[in-house]
């Protein structure tokens, strides 16, 4: 009996769908929650080789629902932890692991001859960019989210819509799992069903995840779906990286200085309240905050008042 027998009985996968597994490379974007269910998930279906990136390290906060990970890893980076798991749980697999965020400047060379992307990034700025980038690259996107006991998992790109053409504005407030918890069970709920929508889209089954969004809300015990393949696309604020501010940038930090320092040196702070007295200039404008939401919200505002050739950097802590 060979490692993948159970799964070579199904008429869909067979010899030949395990050979298209065994040939695909997939880049998996976070290696946390949803990353501790698909990542071990691809790999025991024998998906030919996995890049993971993810710039966090492991913390005990994590352990309840990063099932990829224990006490002794406090402190280790995800990335280099999860593709040690990969490689005991299959060494047939190759893996890389890379210790970054990825972000605007590195998402194109991320997608180098990669055939499909998973988000599991948990992180908005990092999906519209995986969006913005599997769009254009022609690769296939599955992203997840999930807060609380609920969540969702699309699939997006390569062929059917992006992500933006489905959410192309963010919403007014939007909590993270720091801010309002989140079950474990409900988190590798959505990260199986992720990982089943990327098994799918390698395998060229029908009908195709993409184009394909799934609701899941087990508070109420409430599975939905629908399909969006007529979504216009439609252009909206991007995100840059650090590296690719100019010194001709104006660079607005929208944290008051308790919750941030200046990120940059070309950086000057200017509150939420305070952007009506932002005068217009031909210089572009890069607004910044911890995560994007606010600098979304902002340039929103500003294009409301006439600006144009806003950016968003979402720099972190």
Known sequence: MSRYSRQEQLPEVGASGQARLRAARVLVVGCGGLGATVIPALAGAGVGHLSLIDGDVIEESNLHRQTLFRHADLGRPKAVVAAEAVLGLNPEVSVSAQV?????????????????????????????????????????????????????VGGFCGGAPSYRALFPDLPTQRQTCVEAGVMGPAVATLGALQAQMALSCLLGLEPSPLGQMMQVDLAAWRVSSFRFEGAPEVTGHRFVSVDQITAQDRVIELRPEAEAPLPHPQSIRLGMEALTTLPITQARTVLTCRSGLRAWAAADQLVALGHSDLVLWAAGE
């Open 100 to 152: 970054a965020y990825l972000d605007a400047a590195s998402v194109a060379a991320s997608l180098q001859g990669v055939d499909l992307v998973v988000d599991a990034a948990d992180s908005f700025a990092a999906t519209y960019t995986l969006s913005d980038a599997c769009l254009s690259a022609g690769v296939p996107l599955i992203s997840a989210s999930v807060l609380g006991r609920s969540g969702y």
